[in-house]
């Protein structure tokens, strides 16, 4: 969107001018003359989301902000419209602001910095001044911004299905606050969602003195907090276990996918990568165990995977217990009613309880080791952590508590803090509603029309409250059962608080107005619960008094609260580890509960078993409505747009069908349809079954907006119940017969042995650290040197005799040497800069897939989304992407590696190859390099012949088959030869204004307003692909030159900036910088043995490196390979071990043959 | 052989009858009856035949533009291809048309300057389907970029923004090779068209007729001096076109041979596609004069012995072809480059196993029946093998193109392509347009060199009536 200047208001004080003498009167003709004047300025005055509109929004939320991180001191605490005519302070036209906020979850929150556009936030990162944060944030987090903008969230207050006032639904709220307060809240009951915020505790608390009859309900369809009521339970007292996965030497998941689908995922990753930096051969290294049905991104991750069914995760986690403990008698009480299945090797939970056990016979050696060790140096990861995840029954999150006690992680890698009471269930609200004692039913977020479990009958038995009032972002399903809707602010328009999982305090403060007018949680709680002060803004700094006192250090309220939005954080607040006593009667207790009640029949074809799994895109439907979600690529089965019914190999095989068939699964008689997807590595009979599709649009009834509109086959809610809310045994599968169209973006899963992920198991790294270098073609060249590939500047610098002539020259060069030979003289010009060549390395140990980088450089880049039609002809527009291959899986003779494959991931991007196939080949010059090293694309010029595109090895262009920006996805394929939008023949509207769009005029004007202003928004036919985010590079030397002024010093210092995937990396894995820059972390990086690039062979010698992976493998374990499946197919396919130096031919005659590498793709075990 | 000089030239040696030659010209047609052979066709009344295929054509012409019209209009989008297929059916239609052009400048200039006689009856007629075709396959490139509007960026012309094209992009390099071979095909075809021109000028009825081919017959009389000119000027554009009959394909194939795509990055490219292209031209040529030389009763004209002998070149360059395929895969497994292989292996074996298969059957199988002479002479075999030349030589380009770019380097970013029906309308609608084109020609053209033809038969020479070796 184009800057548009703010309107100047008159002056306030200063001599005032008349234009004439009708302005002097101020008479009612003039203003009328005046605004003729401006005839579309004023007819914009009307329209709610003008840019106009907008720049009044923009004013507000100046008042609102005050400087943020970028800029010096701190927020205005004012909440009134200004106008632009008076300057804000610190603001500079054009130059982004950055505030401080965080975007509240269930229990917790991500803390971020968000950046704003002349008052309009454009794009999320993390906050990396949080003490337990990286700066990287989850995918989720990243795609928010676009929901602020979504033209289907609710927009109106509504009454009974008509549209009124805010002032009606303000008195209303009034009225029930003085009705309730005659009854003390008699019939009063709230549902809200799970939050971590202290000011709604706080509200709540008061609204309880206030109301004492009233009644409070939390209900998450998946609920992530399990673990909080199993800690409770042990400790005797309100408590919630905090991980540090960073301190964690060997950690087993019990179907916990820590990485995907908990919560506080990007925490997780970063301290499972923290444990996984191997920088030299011989750092430490963290192992993970993982137990699991569905496979995961955690199980991706894993060096060892056990598949089971969902269910018999019990048994693991009791055997693992008696291998542990083997003198618990409640352990084997467990064992005995939960035998390991068949399919489980009892070696395998053997070795893993010796490896834990190992590691708790290590842990004071080690601790004591880190505590006296040089400080320079990150502290050793020591002990091991166990975790549960969400889908498990409680007694597998009492067990994996209590051995995290026997192993002495508790105080170490399990921290205990204190929590507060948890609210009531909603199968107790379902008892009040029936039992007809709900007067008032207030809804604040929650959806339980559709989330409910399907026995609850929501919709009637909500039905049974007089008024039902609900807060709502969307007007869902909910909204159609309501008496009263409000809309609800996005967490950009609102004030709030909330607390990070380790227990920081962080605000939600907003960047904008509310968009539509929407309100808050806590200012809904707050008029209903009649206080005087309403205002979100009053209530959350009231909360904050109280809270600074807590924190002695943080000083009196007025500065503590200025440096608590400057920084996004109060120091200090976090929660401390508690020693809470242990109560190991209870363990017994759960143990003896869950002998009496809880059954897991092993699946069979018969009695499949259906887990319920919260999606890793739209969790529990919540983000339904988001299309770069919608469009993100599952990191897993790759699919975009669709839920399917995942499978495995060997229950496809037997149930007769194949992927995109569309089945029918029938649980305790309710059925759903939905197609199916054989997905390697799901354990058999199981099916899996993701939430938050199959949703349908109605703007009166209500229902999920039009992106998500008819996406995905099938609604797990309708087969969901309160009995069987994650694992649902005795399903039936029915084939119909019909197949159903699904859209991935990877259609290829092997990498055919091809050496474009390299890895090794850590001990041949530790004996091979050069091992990645020793892969694909080059190995065997002399052309290309087998140490690392010189770049044109390291050759300038440190000579060419360390790699033989080529026989073409590099471009760079062979332009240099035209030059001197021409006798032109060209010094003046600069071609090659020595001052910063960017560079970007991607550690393929650390990264795991989480798609987090991708949403990050949609958001960053104004990369359009493009439908499922699109999708499916492979043209979609991520200019990043995650290529995830299966490794073992083209061997169709050994089926148990499509069973249990390995699986890798690789971020790929434009590699900037120093010697681009994408530049020699476009005839007009549209692509091309710039002096920094760079491969540009001068949009502008290119006439989109896609030469490039087939030139590319990597395939990383991206092609604007259409206008994707500006035409619905619905109607890319309509010609405005033969269409018409309002009426009016569409090559008319494009011959009178080719900017003309079809879709409608206010939607397009919310749509436009998250773009980044500073990247341009292609129109169709020309090429687009990942630039480095050279935005953020050319702001970042613009102020290092105002910086350095006459010093000369204008390289970048390392670190100043970086790329959005990169920001965005909760793990660390993605490195951008400054290749001359000796101190640079890139430069570092470079010099890594097992720094490589994919398809070295080619002499593309991009600047986008990858460090090799390395796996962890314990090798007791029955599981154990001894060589990584992809190198054992590469080593199939082609010639030679990756282990082994390769001799060049002139030195075989006189060198002894290579040296002896393991036997060729042995593995240990009949695995 | 004229027989009935025999008779009545008694010293005439006797030649065996298995070594005689067929004479070029059947059954002694006269100068003037080859004359109202050839102009009958452009003068008398439109046949019905001509109008049952003219109509169709024209409508198919105009599917052909309402597809572009949608395209430009809309976006590529509307075609099947995406990433990694980039190119598809776009550039394999340049590319076979392109290829069809090759036979008409091959026959008048290389056969010219070889004394190929036999070229005279078949040449204008080939010349012409070559102009035409080259005008569909330029219509390709042109609408295959995502922004036709700018597609004169390719031309080195001063613009405002001061940026020359890249000089080292095939496809740059594509620009001036076909625009220098359009150009140079036309003036060769023209300037043989001028002394034809004025035979129908002289022979014209209305004012409207003598007025359009007195225009275009440049004002020619006859007299020895045109002669002398025009056949030093015939002479120099034919050698000036049998470079470019090499080099058109030759770079056309750079377009794959210079990138590094594992399937195009192949040195064997620019002769084989020359020889490639010799062989779809000649296929084409088959197609279209053997219908044609019934339908006008040109069969004294264009004699089987012409068919057969275009038959033999059909043999030998879909024999080379069929090599070119075979060492493909040899240098594939013997180069030792991993990738090279699998790129044919699933050529062959892949996905598009059908297209290689329909390729091999059509290219390097059907022409081996030209190996016997009852084949080579039958019009109707010839004719059938004809066109499965022309859908072979079309799934060569499909092959070539879309099976290398399914299936790279990445396999994350492999991907099936699959036509949509903007795709296969524009194509076949370029048919029509180029049977549009070739209707009007015959309509209003001379199809046969007439003052050529009646060069090379035997009265012609006053030296050897009877005919002799130079007649053949």
């Known amino acids: ?1167 | 052989m004229a027989e009935h000089l025999i008779h009545t030239i008694p010293s005439m040696p006797r030649v065996p009858k298995e070594l005689e030659r067929q004479p070029l010209v059947l059954h002694q047609r006269g100068f003037a009856s080859i004359t109202d052979a050839v102009a009958g066709i452009a003068e008398g009344k439109t046949p019905k035949w001509w109008w049952a295929l003219f109509v169709p054509s024209v409508l198919l012409t105009g599917v052909c533009f309402a597809m572009i019209a949608y395209l430009i209009s809309t976006g590529v989008g509307v075609w099947g291809l995406m990433i990694p297929v980039a190119w598809a059916w776009d550039i394999t239609n340049f590319v076979f048309w392109i290829g069809i052009g090759h036979a008409g400048t091959l026959i008048s200039a290389i056969l010219f300057l070889l004394r190929q006689k036999w070229r005279t009856s078949i040449n204008r007629a080939a010349e012409a389907m070559t102009i035409f075709a080259v005008m569909c396959a330029g219509i390709f490139p042109l609408i295959h970029v995502g922004r036709v509007w700018f597609a004169w960026w390719l031309f080195p012309l001063p613009n405002s923004n001061s940026i020359w094209p890249q000089f080292r992009s095939p496809l740059l390099w594509d620009v001036f090779a076909v625009s220098t071979y359009f150009t140079v095909s036309l003036l060769f075809w023209y300037m043989g068209l001028i002394p034809d021109l004025a035979t129908l000028r002289d022979r014209a009825k209305t004012k409207i007729r003598q007025f359009c081919y007195g225009l275009f017959s440049l004002g020619w009389t006859g007299s020895n001096r045109h002669w002398s000119n025009y056949e030093k000027a015939y002479l120099l554009l034919a050698g000036l076109s049998t470079p470019l009959v090499l080099s058109v394909h030759s770079i056309v194939s750079f377009d794959f041979a210079v990138s590094q795509v594992p399937g195009w990055h192949t040195t064997i490219f620019p002769p084989y596609f020359v020889a490639g292209a010799i062989f779809s031209g000649f296929g084409m040529v088959l197609t279209l004069l053997i219908p044609l030389r019934s339908i006008c009763h040109l069969e004294d004209i264009i004699t089987t012995r012409h068919v057969e002998l275009m038959g033999k070149v059909v043999l030998a360059t879909g024999s080379i072809v069929g090599y070119a395929y075979g060492m493909e895969f040899f240098i594939a497994w013997y180069g030792g480059n991993p990738y090279e292989l699998y790129a044919f292996k699933n050529r062959a074996f892949g996905p598009y196993w059908w297209a290689y298969w329909t390729m091999v059957s059509c290219n390097v199988i059907c022409p081996q029946l030209f190996w016997f002479k009852k084949v080579r002479t039958s019009m109707v075999a010839v004719f059938i093998i004809s066109i499965f030349v022309n859908i072979g030589m079309w799934f060569e380009r499909f092959v070539i193109i879309v099976t290398s770019l399914h299936r790279d380097y990445l396999p994350a970013n492999w991907a099936y392509f699959s036509p949509t029906f903007v795709d296969i309308w524009t194509f076949i609608g370029t048919f029509g347009l180029f049977l549009t084109l070739f209707l009007l020609f015959l309509r209003f053209l001379p199809l046969i060199a007439i003052s050529e033809v009646k060069g090379v038969t035997p009265q012609a020479d006053a030296h050897s009536p009877l005919g002799g070796a130079k007649h053949h």
């Not at chain 1, 916990?256 to 499972?272: A, K, L, M, V, Y």
């Not at chain 1, 009979?685 to 109605?698: C, E, I, K, P, W």
């Not at chain 1, 200019?879 to 494959?901: C, F, N, T, V």
Request: net charge neutral; hydrophobic share 35%; glycine share 6%.
């Open chain 1, 1 to 1167: 969107m184009k800057t548009i200047p703010p309107p100047c208001p008159e002056a306030e004080s200063g001599q005032k001018y008349w234009r004439s003498l009708d302005h002097l009167a101020d008479a009612p003709e003039f203003r009328q003359w005046l605004e003729r004047e401006f005839p579309d300025g004023a007819s914009e005055f009307s329209d709610p989301v003008s840019r106009r509109h907008f720049v009044k929004i923009m004013a507000a939320s100046f008042a609102l902000g005050g400087m943020g991180i970028m800029g010096t001191g701190c927020r205005r605490p004012e909440e009134k419209i200004l106008p632009f005519g008076k300057s804000q302070e610190q603001y500079i036209h054009g130059e982004p602001q950055f505030f401080a906020t965080a975007m509240p979850t269930r229990g917790s929150a991500v803390p971020l910095v968000a950046k704003a556009h002349d008052g309009r936030p454009v794009k999320v990162e993390g906050n990396s001044k949080h003490p337990d944060s990286n700066g990287g944030t989850d995918l989720l987090t990243q795609a928010s911004i676009l929901s602020l903008y979504d033209f289907d969230r609710a927009q109106r207050f509504v009454q009974n299905g008509n549209t009124v006032p805010k002032q009606a639904a303000l008195d209303f709220l009034d009225a029930e606050a003085k009705r309730f307060q005659a009854s003390r809240g008699d019939g009063l009951c709230f549902l809200m969602e799970q939050s971590s915020s202290p000011s709604r505790a706080r509200l709540q608390n008061f609204l309880s003195l206030k109301y004492p009859l009233a009644k409070w309900f939390t209900y998450e369809p998946v609920d992530l907090g399990l673990g909080r009521a199993a800690a409770s339970s042990l400790a005797g007292q309100n408590v919630s276990p905090h991980y540090r996965l960073n301190k964690a030497k060997v950690i087993l998941t019990l179907d916990c996918d820590f990485i995907g689908s908990e919560q506080d995922t990007q925490r997780h990753i970063h301290g499972f990568a923290s444990g996984r930096k191997v920088i030299k051969p011989t750092d430490p290294m963290n192992r993970l165990y993982s137990v699991e049905s569905l496979y995961s991104l955690t199980g991706m991750s894993a060096d060892h995977r056990l598949r089971v069914p969902a269910s018999q995760v019990v048994a693991v986690a009791a055997a693992l217990a008696a291998q542990i403990e083997p003198n618990n008698p409640s352990f084997r009480v467990l064992g005995q009613k939960f035998p390991l299945p068949a399919s489980v090797k009892p070696a395998w939970v053997a070795e893993c309880a010796k490896d834990l056990l190992q590691a708790k016979n290590e842990l004071a050696e080690c601790q004591k080791a880190n505590a006296d060790g040089p400080k320079e140096n990150p502290p050793k990861p020591c002990g091991s952590l166990i975790l549960a995840g969400y889908r498990q029954p409680a007694v597998v999150h009492v067990l994996a508590q209590a051995l995290n006690e026997a192993l002495g992680n508790v105080g170490t890698t399990v921290e205990i803090h204190p929590a507060g009471q948890p609210s009531d269930y909603l199968s107790n609200l379902r008892i009040a509603l029936d039992a007809g004692q709900v007067d008032t039913l207030v809804i604040l977020g929650a959806n339980p029309v559709l989330t409910a479990p399907v026995d609850f009958n929501w919709a009637e038995t909500q039905a049974k409250a007089k008024n039902v009032l609900r807060l709502g972002y969307y007007e869902d399903e909910t909204f159609g059962k309501s008496t009263w809707h409000l809309p609800s602010a996005h967490y950009l328009e609102s004030w709030g608080d909330a607390r990070t999982s380790d227990g920081t305090l962080v605000p939600v403060q907003p960047l904008i107005q509310p968009l539509f007018g929407g309100m808050t949680e806590i200012e809904v709680l707050a008029r209903i619960g009649g206080m005087d002060r309403t205002s979100a803004y009053d209530i959350v700094r009231d909360t904050f008094r109280e809270e600074v006192r807590k924190v002695p250090a943080a000083g009196d309220f007025d500065n503590a609260w200025k440096k608590f939005l400057h920084d996004g954080i109060l120091a200090g607040s976090a929660a401390r580890h508690v020693p809470a006593p242990f109560l190991p009667a209870q363990v017994s207790a759960a143990i003896n509960q869950a002998v009496a009640t809880l059954t897991a029949p092993l699946p069979t074809k018969e009695a499949l078993e259906v887990l319920f799994h919260r999606d890793l895109k739209l969790d529990d439907g919540r983000w339904a409505n988001n299309g770069w979600l919608q469009e993100l690529p599952d990191p897993i089965t790759k699919i975009t747009w669709d839920n399917v019914i995942t499978l495995s190999r060997l229950t496809a095989e037997e149930l007769g069908v194949q992927s995109k068939d569309v089945v029918e699964v029938e649980i305790g008689g309710q059925k759903i349809r939905g197609p199916v997807w054989v997905q390697p590595g799901q354990s058999d009979y199981t099916l899996g079954l993701a939430l938050g599709y199959g949703r349908r649009f109605s703007p009166k009834d209500g229902g999920v907006g039009r992106v998500a509109n008819n996406v995905g086959l099938y609604n797990a809610y309708a087969v969901r119940t309160s009995r069987a809310e994650y694992i649902a045994p005795g399903a039936k599968l029915r084939k119909t017969g019909e197949t159903y169209a699904i859209s991935t973006t990877q259609e290829h899963g092997s990498m055919e042995g091809r050496p474009i992920v390299r890895e090794a198991n850590k001990e041949q790294f530790e004996k091979h650290p050069g091992f990645a270098r020793n892969m694909d073609l080059d190995a065997h060249s002399d052309y290309i040197p087998k140490d690392k590939v010189q770049t044109p500047i390291e050759r300038a610098t440190q000579g060419a005799e360390k790699r033989p002539e080529m026989i073409y020259k590099n471009p760079y060069k062979a332009f240099e040497q035209t030059k001197s030979q021409a006798g032109v003289n060209l010094s003046h010009l600069q071609f090659v800069s020595d001052v910063n060549q960017w560079g970007m390395s991607v550690n393929l140990t650390m990264c795991v897939g989480c798609a987090a980088c991708v949403v990050a450089c949609q958001s960053e880049n104004n990369i359009p989304i493009v439908g499922k039609d699109q999708v499916a002809r492979n043209r979609e527009m991520h200019w990043m992407r995650i290529d995830r291959y299966y490794s073992g899986g083209a061997d169709k003779a050994q089926k148990e590696l499509i069973d249990d494959p390995q699986a890798v991931v690789q971020p790929m991007m434009c590699q900037h190859c120093e010697n681009a196939p994408c530049e020699s080949v476009c005839p007009v010059n549209a692509t091309v390099h710039d002096e920094e090293g760079l491969n540009v694309m001068a949009y502008n010029r290119c006439v989109g012949t896609r030469y490039c595109s087939n030139n590319c090895p990597y395939k990383v262009r991206r092609f604007n088959f259409f206008d994707y920006n500006k035409h619905p996805i619905n109607k890319l394929y309509q010609t405005p030869l033969t269409s018409t939008t309002d009426g009016e023949w569409n090559l008319k509207r494009w011959w009178k204004n080719p900017e003309a769009t079809d879709i409608p005029e206010q939607e397009f004007e919310l749509l436009k307003l998250v773009r980044n202003p500073e990247v341009s928004v292609r129109m169709r036919g020309v090429m687009e692909k990942c630039t480095f985010c050279v935005q953020r590079i050319e702001s970042a030397k613009i102020k290092q030159k105002v910086k350095a002024r006459a010093s000369g010093a204008v390289q970048v210092p390392d670190g100043t900036f970086e790329t959005a995937c990169q920001q965005a990396c909760p793990a660390d894995a993605i490195v951008f910088g400054n290749l001359l820059d000796p101190e640079s972390e890139i430069a570092r990086i470079r010099k890594e043995d097992r720094d490589y690039s994919v398809l070295n062979f080619l002499d593309t010698r991009p600047r986008v490196t990858y460090l090799a992976r390395i796996r962890n493998p314990n090798p007791k374990m029955p599981d154990y390979h001894e060589v990584a499946l992809n190198i054992k197919e590469y080593w199939d396919q082609q010639h030679g071990a990756p282990y082994a130096e390769h001799a060049h031919p002139a030195d075989t005659a006189q060198s002894a043959p290579a040296q002896a590498a393991p036997a060729r793709g042995e593995t240990k075990g009949a695995h």
